[in-house]
C-alpha cells in the first residue's frame, strides 16, 4: 500500500514538546527512514514547542486551534482542509490531542497513524493521554508496559496495531521517569520504524489487523 512515485509525504500532528517529531526528523535526516519527506507539521497549540522544531529544520509549520472557531464542526472543517493542502500519502499523530473528526479518519482510513504511550489495549482509550497513562500504570502496579504505534479508526486507540515495544518499570519509577524511559526506549524508535515500513510498502492491513512483509 501507499507506493506511488518519488518520496512518501507525511503530515506530522503535534499538540505538546515534539520529541517524537524530533525523533521522525532526525530518522529521516540519518536515513532510518526511507522514501519519505515531512510535508508539514500541524498543531493544535500555538505555544507547541514541536512548532519550534519544525521552524528550525525548516518544515512547513502551523497551527489550527479550535479556540479560534466559533464551532467544533468549523474546526474540524479548517483541519481536514490544512491537512489536505499538503497532499499527505499519511498522517502521522505524534502526541496530537485533539479528537480527530470523523471526515478525515473516513477519508485517510489505514493511511493515518498514532503513537500512543502503552501496550494496547491496556491504558488505553478516553482518558488515558500523556502522563496519566503512566500514572495509571504505576497505580496499578505493572511491571513492564510500553508504545503502540497503530492506524487511527473510529474508537479511540482501537485500529490495528502496527508495531508495539515493551519496557521495564522500575520499583522507584515516578510517572515522569517512567515516560521518559517509555519515551526513550520505545517510542522515538516504533514510530519511526513503522513509518519506514509503510514508506516502503512492507505494511498491510487485512481483517483489521496488520501484516508486516519485510
Ligand atoms: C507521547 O508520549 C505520546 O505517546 C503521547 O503524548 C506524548 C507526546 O510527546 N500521546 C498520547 O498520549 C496519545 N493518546 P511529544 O510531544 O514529546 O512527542
New binding site residues.
Given amino acids: 500500500m501507499l507506493r506511488k512515485d518519488g518520496p512518501m509525504r507525511i503530515v506530522v500532528m ?8 524530533q525523533a521522525i526528523i532526525d530518522s529521516v535526516r540519518d536515513g532510518q527512514i526511507t522514501n519519505t519527506e515531512i510535508a508539514g507539521v500541524i498543531s493544535n497549540n500555538k505555544n507547541a514547542y ?1 512548532l519550534e522544531r519544525a521552524r528550525e529544520n525548516n518544515i512547513p509549520a502551523m497551527c489550527i486551534s479550535p479556540k479560534d472557531y466559533v464551532s467544533r464542526e468549523e474546526f474540524n472543517e479548517k483541519l481536514l482542509e490544512a491537512v489536505n493542502e499538503f497532499s499527505p500519502d499519511l498522517i502521522v ?5 485533539v479528537v480527530i473528526p470523523p471526515a478525515m479518519i473516513e477519508r485517510y482510513r489505514n493511511r493515518m497513524i ?4 502503552s501496550l494496547i489495549p491496556s491504558f ?1 482509550g478516553k482518558g ?3 502522563l496519566k ?1 503512566h500514572e495509571a500504570a504505576l497505580k496499578r502496579g505493572v511491571k513492564v508496559v510500553g ?1 503502540t504505534v497503530h492506524f487511527v479508526d473510529e474508537g479511540t ?1 482501537t485500529g490495528p496495531i502496527i508495531l508495539q515495544k515493551a519496557v521495564e518499570v522500575h520499583s522507584d519509577d515516578t510517572p515522569e521517569a517512567l ?1 521518559r524511559r ?2 526513550e526506549q520505545a ?1 522515538w524508535k516504533i514510530l519511526p520504524r513503522a513509518i519506514d515500513l509503510i514508506a516502503n510498502g512492507k505494511v498491510y492491513v487485512a481483517d483489521n489487523r496488520v501484516i508486516i512483509r519485510e
Avoid: K, R, W
Fill in positions: 503535534v499538540s505538546g514538546g515534539g520529541t517524537n517529531l514541536a499523530l505524534a502526541g496530537f490531542l498514532n503513537i500512543h504511550p488505553c488515558y493521554y500523556g497513562v508504545a486507540d515516560q517509555v519515551m517510542e
